[in-house]
């Protein structure tokens, strides 16, 4: 389990986020896969979380595959 915020990572050319990751109090970042329940974090960026999933390491960026989550403390 991993907690921290969730954070952009990734936007299209008009600026809307596309991708997010989660950086940890450890001053860790985790990339989010854009798949399962990865793609419901979009809508929470800001919100402190903790996250369950695979994490594995593709070029020098840790990435996760969220398979479950629990919004903390949601941004207002």
Do not use: Q, Y
Request: hydrophobic content about 40%; proline content about 1%; glycine content about 8%.
């Amino acid at each position: 389990m991993f907690k921290g915020i969730v954070i952009p990572a990734a936007w299209r050319k008009d600026g809307a986020v596309v991708a997010v990751a989660i950086s940890t109090d450890g001053e860790d970042e985790l990339r989010v896969e854009n798949e399962g329940r990865g793609k419901e974090l979009l809508r929470h960026i800001r919100a402190e979380v903790e996250v369950r999933g695979t994490v594995s390491m593709e070029n020098d960026e840790k990435r996760i595959n969220v398979t479950e989550f629990k919004i903390c403390r949601a941004w207002k």
